[in-house]
Each structure stands twice: as structure tokens, then as C-alpha cells.
């Protein structure tokens, strides 16, 4: 069907309903019930939540899981993860139980600097667009003022602009590259209200710059925004034993385990077919944990896989090596996070998120993410490199498809007990669903 409408925004909750499910559902009422049974009985948290975006019809829910017994840097965590796949609490579960055995994770933050861009365009000399930079960059931060004191009360603040000529790449095109430190925020409302500041009073000032000719007075602001790629906003997660400490009741062999786990990675260092799931696994943990802590998940996402492709092939994200008989498994990666602003102070969940991590700073947090994001990794390469992934994933994957056919807690029960002694595969559970109903 091909309908528009005008001023959709403006109309009241229950008339947008209205329109959506007279527009698009046959069976109106039931459309209807489906969107209203996930309202939040209290008032005021619903509108919180209504408020949050436009045009909220509904709330989406996604399980809020925890990952207990994480050892990091000899501080024990329960990790909360929100996410909708079946087996990934339960492996980080598992390999943070591992490595409680192991001696835990070891988590250091290498960097914290975050980069936004002016991007403009000039179509002069470089050597005075240079002199004009030079002559105006104590300007431009003395302009933001107003926005960076309360940032450089607390140590943080604008670090650096830079001047880059990307002409070459570009026809005019030239940036001022920022780099800031944010401290506990994420920053993106604080970078990008400076470097609108930036260009402002870079296009201004330029109108006086003396060796500018008419034209190149006109400086072409394009835009100005933060980067998600965050090359120097870096965390690294490890963990570590000797080789013979890696036998538990998957592996009996703990030599041959560690060396299959090895090249397990060796191959997604090299192979970006391979690479992409790999990484994606990582990123299940990741992911799971910056949604719970109310960050922002496609910025994480985007600057990852940005990462992961620095040397001009995409790449595994994390590494293992054996040495001297000690198994090392290791990622560095870059993550900006906050734990003050943005939704961190205002949805419930999030911040019972934070204080179940004994409210960390931000560089906490990028540690606690990171681990997650190792323990995912180690969960998934354990599992394929001995049993295969589809054992624990067709067991947690059991529960989806018993409620698929609506099975009753007795079936279930029945059921489960059953496939602890079958293999899980979706038609084995649809003839034991069928068996019982006989
Ligand atoms: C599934 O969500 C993630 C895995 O595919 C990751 C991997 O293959 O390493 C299991």
C-alpha cells in the first residue's frame, strides 16, 4: 500500500497508533493489543521513555542478562548484557568462570582521545590558508570557552586542532582536525558544539584575514562532526596461563587445545571471511554490554570495524600466542564510552546497569566492555575448535523454539530433560513435541 502522511509527528500517541494500524493491519484490534501490552503501567516511566524519540508508539523490550564472576585486574564483577541471542550470556558466563580459575582478566587503558573534524573547502594558496590557521587557532579555543570550562575544571578538554590539507585526495578540501579529552562523557554533544564553534569563528575571522584575496575570504564550511573512529581512544583486555593450566573436562589435551586455539585466530588474522564472524562474536559481547550501560552502540560498532581494516585488510581484533609454555590471548581496541550524560542519567535500567558495576568511570567501563568482548571471543573459539558451536548454541536455541509451538512448563520441563541426552536440532525437538502431544 502506498500511503503518506503529513504532520504524523504532531498527532497525539493513540492517533498514530490509530493511523498505522487502520493503514496497515487487517486485524486492527489485535495490532492494536500487540503495541499496548508492552506500555509501561507507570505513567511517568512510560512518558520517560516516549520522550526519548519521536513518534514512540511502543516500547521494544530486550532481556537484560548478567554475566557473573568476571575477575578483572583482581576487582570481581557481575556484567549486565542486554541482547536477544540465545548463547551469549551463558558463554561469557562460562568463560569468565574459566578465567576466575586462571587468575582473571587483565584490563589496562592505553589511550582516551577522541577526534572531531571541521571540513571545508578553500580554493586559494595553502601557504596563507597555513598562516591564516596559525594566526587564528588560539581564537578558536578561546571562542568555545563558554562550552570547555566546566570540561577543563574537571582536567578535561580540547587538546589540540590541527590544520590538514587533504587536496590531494580532493580538490579544496582541507579540515581542522580537533582532538579532545571528555573524561567520564561519551563527549559527542561536547565535541560537536565546540567544532561548530571552530567554524564559525574560522569562517568569520577569515573575512579580516589581510593576505586573503576577496575569494579566498570565502571559506566553505561543509560540516563539522565528531569521528567514530577512535584510534587513540584505546583499551586492551588479556588473559594468560600456562599451557598446562587450559585443560578442564572440554579439554583434556590442553597442548593440542591451545595450539588449535591459536590458529584459530592465526586464520581470522589472515582471512577476512573468517574475520567478519570472528569479530562479530567479539562484538556480541560488546554490544551487549554498551546497550546496558546506555551507550552508544552503532558509534562503538562503526569504530571497531574501522579498526579491525587499519592495514588495509579487515582483521581479526584479538590475538593469542604461546610462548615459554604460557598461552596469552590479548585485543586491543578503541572505545568511546561514557558514564555521565546521554541516557546514563535517565533510563532506570541503565542506571541500575552502572551501579550493579560499582558506577565506573569511563576508562572502567572501557575495561569491563573490553573483557566482555574477550570472553566472547574465547567462548566461541573454545567451542569451535572442540566440541563445534552448534552443541551450546541448539541447547539455548531449545527454549526458543519449545515457545515457537507454545509449549506448556510441563513440556518444557519434559522436553529439556530429554535433550540432555539427544542432539538439539529443530526437527529432533518438533517429533518430540509431536511425540508427547500423541
Ligand atoms: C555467533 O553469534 C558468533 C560466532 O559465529 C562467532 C565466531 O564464529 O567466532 C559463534
Redesign the pocket.
Known amino acids: 500500500m502506498n500511503t503518506s502522511i503529513s504532520g504524523f509527528s504532531k498527532l497525539s500517541k493513540s492517533e498514530k497508533i490509530n493511523w498505522i494500524v487502520d493503514t496497515y493491519f487487517s486485524n486492527k484490534e489485535q495490532a492494536k493489543k500487540i503495541l499496548t501490552q508492552y506500555w509501561n503501567s507507570d505513567n511517568k516511566l512510560q512518558q520517560l521513555h516516549d520522550e526519548f524519540i519521536e513518534n514512540t508508539i511502543t516500547n521494544y523490550y530486550l532481556p537484560l542478562g548478567v554475566a557473573p564472576n568476571f575477575l578483572i585486574n583482581g576487582k570481581l564483577h557481575t556484567i549486565p548484557m542486554a541482547i536477544e541471542?540465545s548463547?551469549?550470556v551463558a558463554a561469557a558466563s562460562k568463560a569468565a568462570k574459566f578465567w576466575l580459575d586462571r587468575g582473571g582478566f587483565k584490563a589496562t587503558v592505553l589511550s582516551t582521545t577522541k577526534i572531531g573534524q571541521v571540513h571545508f573547502m578553500f580554493h586559494g594558496q595553502p601557504k596563507k590558508l597555513e598562516a591564516y590557521f596559525k594566526s587564528v587557532k588560539n581564537r578558536l579555543i578561546a571562542d568555545a570557552k563558554s562550552i570547555t570550562q566546566n570540561m577543563e575544571k574537571r582536567g578535561g578538554g580540547i587538546l589540540d586542532i590541527e590544520l590538514r590539507n587533504k587536496t590531494e585526495k580532493l580538490s579544496g578540501y582541507y579540515q581542522l582536525h580537533a582532538t579532545f579529552e571528555t573524561l567520564d562523557a561519551m563527549g559527542a554533544n561536547f565535541i560537536n558544539s565546540c567544532l561548530e564553534q571552530f567554524a564559525t569563528t574560522f569562517k568569520q575571522e577569515a573575512l579580516r584575514f589581510k593576505d586573503f584575496t576577496d575569494t579566498e575570504k570565502q571559506i566553505e564550511i561543509v560540516m563539522s562532526i565528531l569521528s567514530n573512529y577512535v584510534p587513540n581512544c584505546l583499551v586492551r583486555a588479556e588473559v594468560s596461563c600456562p599451557v598446562s593450566d587450559l585443560s578442564d573436562n572440554k579439554n583434556s589435551h590442553p597442548e593440542a587445545f591451545a595450539q588449535k586455539f591459536v590458529q584459530a585466530v592465526n586464520i581470522?588474522e589472515v582471512e577476512p571471511y573468517?574475520a567478519v564472524?570472528?569479530n562479530?562474536?567479539?562484538m556480541?559481547g560488546i554490544d551487549a554490554v554498551v546497550l546496558a550501560t546506555g551507550n552508544d552502540f552503532r558509534a562503538v560498532e562503526a569504530g571497531v570495524h574501522a579498526y579491525a581494516s587499519r592495514n588495509g585488510t579487515y582483521s581479526s581484533l584479538t590475538h593469542a600466542k604461546i610462548e615459554n609454555g604460557i598461552f596469552t590471548f590479548w585485543m586491543e581496541i578503541p572505545l568511546a564510552l561514557g558514564t555521565v550524560g546521554g541516557l546514563t542519567g535517565l533510563h532506570p535500567l541503565v542506571k541500575f546497569a552502572l551501579e550493579l558495576l560499582h558506577k565506573p568511570s569511563a576508562k572502567e567501563l572501557m575495561q569491563i566492555v573490553a573483557v566482555a568482548g574477550l570472553a566472547?571471543?574465547f567462548a566461541?573459539?573454545r567451542?569451535?575448535t572442540t566440541t563445534g558451536?552448534q552443541e551450546g548454541?541448539m541447547k539455548m536455541h531449545l527454549m526458543n523454539i519449545l515457545n515457537q509451538f507454545d509449549a506448556t512448563t510441563e513440556e518444557k520441563a519434559h522436553i529439556i530433560n530429554h535433550f540432555k541426552t539427544h542432539v538439539v536440532t529443530h526437527r529432533a525437538v518438533v517429533e518430540a513435541i509431536d511425540n508427547l502431544r500423541k
Request: no cysteine; proline share 0%.
Open positions: 541471542e548463547s551469549v581470522a573468517r564472524t570472528h562479530k562474536g567479539i556480541n566472547q571471543n566461541a573459539l567451542s569451535l558451536i548454541h
